[in-house]
Nanobody
Framework: QVQLVESGGGPVQAGGSLRLSCAAS????????MGWYGQAPGKEREMVAT???????NDADSVKGRFTISRDNAKNTVFLQMNSLKPEDTAVYYC??????????WGQGTQVTVSS
């Protein structure tokens, strides 16, 4: 049973920072891709940032230069350092993992609310 435990969301003022964490457990296969997706009210869930086992990253244009994704492979944990937050970053952020055999799992989501 794969479990993803997210933490680090909450309210923050514009210009502030938050650090999201997601720890994965229970996967029988190596986790190839880890990442974060955001879903703002009334919108589709969208990729924010992903990182491969080898450390290659892919960031949405809207967060380039402000958000940094990283991971600890030994602990199957992925982080999202969010700096210079804007009100438009307000969303539920979901942790995402994909194993080497292609199975994907989602976290329960953590709310990030940025006030102006």
């Amino acid at each position: 049973q794969v479990q993803l435990v997210e933490s680090g969301g909450g309210p923050v003022q514009a210009g502030g920072s938050l650090r999201l964490s997601c720890a994965a457990s229970g996967s029988a296969y190596r986790i190839n891709v880890m990442g974060w997706y955001g879903q703002a009210p009334g919108k589709e869930r969208e990729m924010v940032a992903t990182i491969s086992w080898g450390g290659s990253t892919n960031d949405a244009d809207s967060v380039k230069g402000r958000f940094t994704i990283s991971r600890d492979n030994a602990k199957n944990t992925v982080f999202l350092q969010m700096n210079s937050l804007k009100p438009e970053d307000t969303a539920v952020y979901y942790c995402y993992i994909r194993s080497t055999i292609g199975t994907a799992f989602w976290g329960q989501g953590t709310q990030v609310t940025v006030s102006s």
